[in-house]
C-alpha cells in the first residue's frame, strides 16, 4: 500500500554534508506526518525530525537540532532531511517513517517504515 525508499546516505567525513530523500509510494503522501529516525549498533531506535502533513510544523530532537532540517515536497511525495555538520556520533541507519495522525516521536506510533540507510561519519 505505502511504499518508502530512502537514498542519499554513504559515508562522509565529519564537518561534512549529506541530503537523505525519501520517496513516497502509495496514496495521499500529504495526508501523512512523515519522520526520520535513526539507529546505531547497540542503541535503541532513536527520533530524529518530523514534519507536518502540509510541511508548515517541524519538530527536530535536541541531539540534532541545528545541524538537521527536515522538509517535504508534497508535489514530489518526497521528504528530506539535510545534515549539517556530521559528527561520527551521527553514525546510524536512517529510516523514514509515515504516520495517518500527528506528529509523534515514538517509533511505535508510526504506520509505514522504509528499508533503512546507512549513514557513516568518519573522524
Known amino acids: 500500500q505505502v511504499q518508502l525508499v530512502e537514498s542519499g546516505g554513504g559515508l562522509v567525513q565529519a564537518r561534512g554534508s549529506l541530503r537523505l530523500s525519501c520517496a513516497f509510494s502509495?496514496?495521499?503522501?500529504?495526508?501523512?506526518?512523515m519522520g526520520w529516525f535513526r539507529q546505531a549498533p547497540g542503541k535503541e531506535r532513536e527520533f530524529v525530525a518530523a514534519v507536518s502533513r502540509s510541511g508548515s510544523t517541524t519538530y527536530v530532537a535536541g541531539s540534532v537540532k541545528g545541524r538537521f532540517t527536515i522538509s517535504r515536497d508534497n508535489a514530489k511525495t518526497t521528504v528530506y532531511l539535510q545534515m549539517n555538520s556530521l559528527k561520527p556520533e551521527d553514525t546510524a541507519v536512517y529510516y523514514c517513517?509515515?504516520?495517518?495522525?500527528?506528529?509523534?516521536?515514538?517509533?511505535?506510533?508510526?504506520?509505514?517504515w522504509g528499508q533503512g540507510i546507512q549513514v557513516t561519519v568518519s573522524s
Open positions: 517513517a509515515a504516520r495517518s495522525s500527528g506528529i509523534a516521536s515514538s517509533a511505535r506510533e508510526y504506520d509505514h
Open positions: 502509495g496514496r495521499t503522501f500529504s495526508g501523512y506526518v
